[in-house]
């Protein structure tokens, strides 16, 4: 199994990008896959998740700006992520049962 994250760059604040998980070896239709960040030194955390049946939540940080979805078609997770802001600099991980991608970095600073 193999999760494949990417999409991330640098952007100023108040700028937006867009996160793609691909996910191989094993269909991600009926199971939940997530997005986590890491910040160097802090705990890896969860930013947003959504289930078998669509149905998302999203950390109180995020929550307005970020936008979680799948395509159970192309077996692909995405995070659309507007109005970043500092804060949200990270190394951004998906998770799909038990599995980790290596992570994409997204960087925001003016």
């Known amino acids: 199994v193999q999760l494949q994250a990417s999409g991330g760059g640098s952007v100023q604040p108040g700028g937006s990008l867009r996160l793609s998980c691909e996910v191989s070896g094993l269909s991600l239709r009926y199971y939940a896959i997530a997005w986590y960040r890491q910040v160097p030194g802090k705990e890896r955390e969860g930013v947003a998740c959504?289930?078998?049946?669509?149905?998302?939540d999203y950390s109180d940080s995020v929550k307005g700006r970020f936008a979680i979805s799948r395509d159970n078609a192309e077996n692909t997770m995405y995070l659309q992520m507007n109005g970043l802001k500092p804060e949200d600099t990270a190394v951004y991980y998906c998770?799909?049962?038990?599995?980790w991608g290596r992570g994409t970095l997204v960087t925001v600073s003016s």
């Open positions: 959504i289930s078998g049946a669509s149905t998302t």
């Open positions: 998770h799909h049962l038990g599995f």
